[in-house]
Every structure is written in structure tokens, then in C-alpha cells.
């Protein structure tokens, strides 16, 4: 038996690290162009945008060739995924009427696919794999085909597992048909960059490692929260079974705009007044942009236009865009910062020529602080941090985006639905009613339009107004839909209503009703959410002015509305645009009832469910003075087998393997079979014959864990025999940022406690003592 429990765990972590290999979606080395697609700091053109009344469609055609490349943005070479030999990708440039035709040419030994970000088109051209369209098999080429019926700042990317983080980005620009301003223009993409292979980084968050934290300066050990006077507020969080609270999960080596960390902008002349058009491409971070040269005037969101105002801060959120124009100063070059929300760094573009005008730092996080102001709205109840709303065009966007929005032209449908009040007759929502959302209600009167010597605050969803009224038709009918924001930050497992996407039914809604999505968000981070294929009212103290949006942020604790009338058809992806949040399970399908099926998704649906619940290895080896240490898992979305093994080198040795389930919706509590070995032979007390000790024994077992206060685990188990343990365990107690100490004693009077002090993402120099081996030295590997 015991020899049965060795062989599925190796099967299973070779099974694991197999799959892994399967789910290739980064470039290895061995497959690499060794072409660098880093070009070295430049000056960076704008584009000037002239005047015209009309505009009569073409038929415009790009070829994208995406391959493999050796990047080195921080000192080190890594790989990555470019095209047309660049990062980011080319910008795309239509016009509002043309028809895009652009072929995808697949240069790589694996699958990609690209996404129209925020682009109103088929939904066999929406490019998301196994939902809407085919892969991209290497050395193919797909055709995307579609009419470009709205104008705006919008950006296309990959779909296809983590290719996004490593360089499968680009922006897209569509001018209106009538333009009525004669202004220098610039597109901006910003990104994150990680020098970890972002496969690796998923793996690594899925362990619940502690390296990026240790990075950041983020681990919230004791002894800095006693130091700073945040004791009670650590033991409160850890009471409610809380991890140490961050802004972010990853630690980014760096920060670019257009590829670069730093950007210039010299035609950009003395006094001109220039547009930005902001992309946030990164993977998985917000950004603060600031502007050394005065308040930046926003005048669009997301593509479409909304009533300028002034900003001295603008927070970007994931796969965001926004417009704004700026004043070049007089003298010198101002810098445009964009600063992570973690505040562990930036990066700028500077316009005009000169002594550069360097924009202000931004404090580093306090996050005793901000957990002590998150622990107190955990006690509230009815929180409304901010809202988004969306309303889809079906076939087409009857107002302008860059040029000027003329309304909404909703469609009639006829289709039954679940009856809710009609807008007119409808609850007014707390957004509306008491002029909240995100952030703190600033003063809408007095807009200064383009006059940019107005006076900006920072920014809250709550500035964005639409044009003209964007409330809906109100013979529809209405469909509610409610769904939670939850995730499980121990085991990096984010959902909706607590399931993830292997586990989700499709959200079904039909053609021709209004819906209304409301959101909760029960966990600790923000959540970037997009819906692929609509446009939606995020609905916020604007009411019938509330604007439209294709993605929206959720803030901690939050609640937000979004309305939109369905005119689509098939099925649409609905996410978490936090890149590793979505491959962890936070997504969804919304799906058209009584459409006709898109013959693609009919038979590959369930590859697309697959993507979140991948078999995820890790171990740690302790090598000390007196033993080995071996804690080895293989863990899904709800099952982990655990391996525990010691051995001192007097040649006694024990084993533990655990096959568990997770049964609730928090993940606090598994039951599992067992199977433990040991054979101390040198401890056995003289004399002793009895088979089934804590020195001796093989037998199988069955148990249950559960997470206590303090992250404390518990373990309850009997074996077949009918003996009991209760055991006891913490690891990774913080003591300092890098410092860390584990605990664990037992009915059967074991007990150890260990020390680690962390080098590297890696390795730690460790200690410990245990009540059967006593104390050794040494250090441990961590994979």
C-alpha cells in the first residue's frame, strides 16, 4: 500500500508538470529568435489629426506576423512574444466605416489568438479561442474580417493562457467620420514586464509564495506591525483568517510606455496643446498617471466621449483606456508619470524639449493602515464603492465616439424576460441617489471644457458624464443579475458566486430585454472587469447621464450596477481582465437563449472550461544538519494530494501522503485518505513491540482539515485501527519581511518549530527543531 500512495504522487506531479508543458503559452529559449525586440530609448512621433465633414469607408488590411524574440528590458535576456518584430504591437489605424481585414500569421511552435479589446464586431470575430474562434495553430494564418461601425481608443491583445504578459499587445485607433479639431495626437501603451515566466508566476501565486511580497516590502510581519503601531489590527486580521492584504499579486520588474521605461516627445512644440490617447495593456496592474505640466483634461473613456473635466491624478484600471489633453509647457519637456498602484515603480514619457518638469512622487503604501481601514468596512454593511455600466450598440453605435455622441438608438425587442421596473419606474440605485461611487463626490459644476487652465483633483468614476442621456428603452423588459466577486487568496482560486469558470453554468439572458448586472466584490483586491462584445451604462451619480463603458473596476468591499440592452446574439466571454485572476477561474459566458449556437463553441467549450483547473506542483526541501525535509503538493481548484517526508541520517524516516477535497465555499475545510509510514527505528523505546506508534507505522487513514483563526490548520484523523491525532499547525508566521517561522505539535507529543529567512525566490537559510531529530541547520529549496 505504501508503495501504492509513492507511485500516484510521483504519476500525479509528473502528470502536472506535463500538462504544463502541454499548456505551453510562452517561448522557451531553446525556440527562440534571437532578434531582440527592444529597441533602445527614442524619440517617439505624434500624429496629426486635421479636420473633415465626412468619410466614406475603405477597405484597410494589415498583416501581423507573431514570433518569438529575446527581449532584455532590465539588464536580462528573457523571451517573449512579438509582432511585426515589436513590443507593443503596431498601432492599427482605421477609420470609423472602413472595413478592417487583418491577417494573423502564426510564426510560433504554439497556439495564440487575438482579442478586439472593446470593439463592437461578430462574434466569430471576437477572437477569444474556443469560444468564438478557432486557435491560431502554428504556422497559420486567420483572417479577421469586420466592419468598423463605432471610432475611439481601443487595443487588441492575446487570449490565448498568459501570452498577454509577455508581449501580445497593441493599440488600435479609429477616427470618426467627422472630425472638428485640428490637435497633434499620441497613443500610449502602458505594461507591466516580470522577468519570471508568467506560467511560472501563475504556479508560484497558486502556492501562496511569499518572494513577491518579500519584493515589494508588502509582508506585514509582526514586527513591523508592532513597530508601527498596528499589533491589534495584524492579530484582527489574522483572526478572521486573513492573509497579509496587497494592491497587486505580482512584483513587475519593471514598467514601460510604448516599450520603453522612458519616452520622449519632442515634436510635441512649447504651448501646443496635444492628445493622449491611454491604453492600460498590462497584465494585472492599475496605474496613477500624473502630469508635470498641469491638469490633464479627460475627454474620453473608453472610446467614447464624455463631458471633458480636469484631472491632476487619473487612475487607469486594467485593459482601460482613456483620452486626455494636455499642455506642453513653454519651456523644458514635462514628464507624464504613470506610477503602479503599488507604488514600487513607473514609468514616463516627457513632452516638449528641454530641462525636464519631473512629476511628484507618490507616497509609499502604509498597509497597516490599510488594513485597519479595510477591517472597519468589513463591519459595514451596504458599502457602495463605485459602479460601471455598459450599453451594447448590436449593430451599430448610433452617436460618435471621438467625434460627438447623439444618443443611443436601442432597439425594440420582444422577447419575454424576467420583469423588473422599467428605467423610468425603477428604485433609483445608491449610486444615484447619494452621488457616490469610487472615491470622494467632487464638485461636476463648472466644467472648464478645453479650457486646460482649470483646476483637476484626482480622479472617481463618479466624473465621468455621458454627452447625452444613455438610459435605456423602457418598453424592454428587465433581467436582474447578481453575482459575487469571491476568490481564495491561500489558494489563488477566484470566482464568481464562488465558482470558478470549470464549475459555472453559462449566465443566460435573451435579445431584446434590458439587463442589469449588479456586483458584489466580498474580497480583497480590485477587479478590472470587461465584457467582450457591449458597451454597458456604469451607472453612477450621473444618472440618465451615467456613461458608457466596455470595462469597469470593482473596488475592495464594492458594489457596482451596470445596465445594457441586449442585442447581440451567441455566446460572449465575461471576465476579470487581471490576467492571472482569470486563468485562476474568475470568468464567465454570457449566453443569448434561443441564438443559434456558434458551431465553433458547440464542440470546444469545454477546452476553454479546462484552462483554470490545471494540476499546480510545488515542494519545499529542507537539507539540515540533522535530516532532510521533504513537503511536496499537487493541487487543482478543489483536490491537492500532499506529500510530507523526513529522514535523519541514521536512516529513520517518516512519511505522511494526504489525497484531500475542499468542501465549503472558503476552502477552510477538506476532508482526506491517507496513508502514513514511518519507521524510526533508532528512537523505538527498548522493549517496545507494539506495532502502530508514532516510531512505527503503516496504515491508512482518513481525516478532515480545517482552517482555524490565526491561519492556524487543524488536522483531525484516525487510522483504521481507531487511534486519534489532533494536530495543530502555522507556517509561515512573518516576523519580519523576509523572516519567517512554522509551528506544529500533536497529541502524540511531536512537536517542531523552524525558522526561515528568505535569499531568494528560491532558497532560504533555515533552522528548526523537531521533537524526534532535534535541532539542525541548513537551508531549504523552494520550487
Not at 573 to 595: K, N, T
Not at 705 to 734: N, S, W
Not at 765 to 780: C, I, P, Q, V
Request: proline fraction near 5%.
Amino acid at each position: 500500500m505504501k508503495q501504492l500512495f509513492i507511485i500516484a504522487f510521483l504519476f500525479l506531479t509528473f502528470q502536472a508538470l506535463g500538462q504544463s508543458h502541454q499548456q505551453q503559452s510562452v517561448p522557451k529559449d531553446k525556440d527562440a529568435n534571437l532578434t531582440n525586440a527592444t529597441p533602445p530609448e527614442k524619440e517617439q512621433l505624434g500624429r496629426v489629426v486635421s479636420p473633415r465633414t465626412t468619410y466614406v469607408g475603405k477597405r484597410v488590411e494589415y498583416d501581423l506576423y507573431i514570433d518569438d524574440r529575446q527581449v532584455n528590458f532590465t539588464g536580462k535576456t528573457r523571451m517573449a512574444i512579438a509582432i511585426n518584430g515589436q513590443i507593443p504591437a503596431p498601432t492599427l489605424t482605421f477609420n470609423e466605416g472602413d472595413t478592417a481585414i487583418v491577417r494573423v500569421h502564426n510564426q510560433m511552435d504554439m497556439e495564440t489568438s487575438v482579442h478586439w479589446h472593446g470593439i463592437l464586431l461578430p462574434n466569430e470575430e471576437d477572437g477569444v479561442p474556443y469560444l468564438n474562434t478557432a486557435p491560431i495553430l502554428p504556422g497559420k494564418t486567420h483572417t479577421f474580417t469586420f466592419p468598423l461601425i463605432q471610432s475611439g481608443t481601443y487595443w487588441y491583445h492575446s487570449h490565448t493562457m498568459v501570452q498577454e504578459q509577455v508581449g501580445l499587445y497593441g493599440s488600435i485607433v479609429i477616427q470618426p467620420k467627422e472630425i472638428e479639431y485640428n490637435m497633434k495626437e499620441y497613443v500610449l501603451v502602458l505594461s507591466d514586464w516580470t522577468d519570471i515566466n508568467p506560467d511560472e508566476v501563475l504556479r508560484y501565486l497558486k502556492r501562496a509564495g511569499e518572494w513577491f511580497a518579500v519584493q515589494k516590502g508588502a509582508t506585514q510581519s509582526y514586527g513591523e506591525a508592532i513597530a508601527a503601531g498596528y499589533f491589534k489590527d495584524k492579530v484582527r486580521q489574522e483572526w478572521g483568517r486573513m492573509p497579509a492584504m496587497d494592491v497587486t499579486d505580482v512584483y513587475y520588474n519593471k514598467f514601460l510606455l510604448n516599450g520603453q521605461e522612458k519616452s520622449y516627445f519632442k515634436d510635441a512644440k512649447p504651448g501646443e496643446v496635444v492628445r493622449l490617447r491611454i491604453i492600460n495593456g498590462s497584465a494585472s496592474s492599475y496605474f496613477q498617471l500624473q502630469y508635470a505640466g498641469g491638469p490633464m483634461q479627460v475627454i474620453s473613456a473608453d472610446g467614447i466621449n464624455v463631458e471633458p473635466f480636469p484631472v491632476n491624478k487619473l487612475e487607469i484600471a486594467t485593459a482601460e483606456t482613456y483620452d486626455v489633453l494636455i499642455t506642453v509647457p513653454q519651456m523644458g519637456a514635462a514628464e507624464l508619470r504613470a506610477t503602479s498602484s503599488d507604488i514600487t515603480g513607473f514609468t514616463s514619457g516627457y513632452f516638449g524639449n528641454g530641462d525636464v518638469m519631473k512629476a511628484p512622487d507618490l507616497p509609499r503604501l502604509n498597509y497597516f493602515q490599510m488594513m485597519r481601514e479595510m477591517g472597519s468596512m468589513e463591519n459595514m454593511s451596504g458599502m457602495d464603492m463605485g459602479g460601471a455600466g455598459m450599453v451594447e450598440q448590436g449593430n451599430g453605435m448610433n452617436g460618435k465616439t471621438d467625434g460627438q455622441m447623439k444618443g443611443m438608438d436601442m432597439q425594440h425587442g420582444t422577447m419575454p424576460a424576467v420583469t423588473a421596473p422599467s428605467p423610468k419606474d425603477r428604485p433609483v440605485n445608491m449610486q444615484e441617489k447619494n452621488g457616490k461611487s469610487i472615491g470622494t463626490m467632487q464638485d461636476m459644476g463648472g466644467m472648464p471644457g478645453m479650457d486646460m487652465g482649470g483646476m483637476g483633483g484626482d480622479f472617481n468614476y463618479n466624473q465621468l458624464r455621458a454627452l447625452n442621456p444613455t438610459t435605456l428603452d423602457s418598453t424592454n423588459q428587465w433581467r436582474e443579475i447578481k453575482l459575487t466577486l469571491t476568490g481564495n487568496m491561500l489558494r489563488y482560486v477566484w470566482s464568481f458566486d464562488n465558482k470558478p469558470l470549470s464549475k459555472a453554468d453559462k449566465i443566460p439572458i435573451r435579445k431584446g430585454e434590458n439587463v442589469r448586472m449588479v456586483f458584489q466584490n466580498q474580497t480583497m483586491m480590485r477587479h478590472p472587469l470587461h465584457l467582450h462584445g457591449h458597451f454597458f451604462r456604469l451607472v453612477n451619480a450621473q444618472g440618465e447621464y451615467s456613461p458608457l463603458k466596455h470595462t469597469f473596476d470593482v473596488q475592495s468591499m464594492g458594489t457596482v450596477t451596470i445596465e445594457f440592452e441586449a442585442n447581440e446574439e451567441q455566446d460572449w466571454f465575461f471576465h476579470c481582465h487581471i490576467l492571472y485572476h482569470m486563468m485562476a477561474g474568475m470568468a464567465r459566458i454570457i449566453s443569448y437563449e434561443g441564438s443559434p449556437q456558434n458551431e465553433f463553441a458547440k464542440n470546444d467549450y469545454k477546452t476553454l472550461k479546462k484552462e483554470d483547473n490545471v494540476l499546480y506542483p510545488w515542494f519545499d526541501l529542507s537539507v539540515h544538519s540533522q535530516g532532510v525535509y521533504l513537503e511536496g503538493t499537487v493541487s487543482n481548484n478543489y483536490n491537492a494530494l500532499e506529500f510530507e517526508g523526513r529522514v535523519n541520517y541514521k536512516g529513520d524516516f517518516e512519511t505522511e501522503t494526504h489525497l484531500l477535497r475542499y468542501l465549503d465555499n472558503r476552502q477552510f475545510l477538506a476532508a482526506f485518505v491517507g496513508f502514513d509510514y514511518r519507521n524510526n527505528r533508532n528512537l523505538i523505546p527498548e522493549g517496545e513491540t507494539e506495532k502502530n506508534t508514532k516510531n512505527k507505522r503503516e496504515q491508512l487513514e482518513v481525516g478532515a482539515y480545517y482552517m482555524l483563526p490565526m491561519l492556524v490548520r487543524a488536522e483531525f484523523r484516525t487510522d483504521l485501527t481507531g487511534q486519534l491525532r489532533l494536530q495543530l499547525e502555522r507556517r509561515d508566521l512573518p516576523l519580519s519581511n523576509n523572516f519567517f517561522m512554522d509551528l506544529r505539535a500533536n497529541t502524540e507529543k511531536e512537536y517542531s518549530v523552524g525558522f526561515r529567512y528568505m535569499v531568494s525566490k528560491y532558497i532560504s537559510l533555515s533552522t528548526n527543531y523537531d521533537s524526534d531529530y532535534k535541532w539542525g541547520a541548513g537551508f531549504t529549496l523552494h520550487y
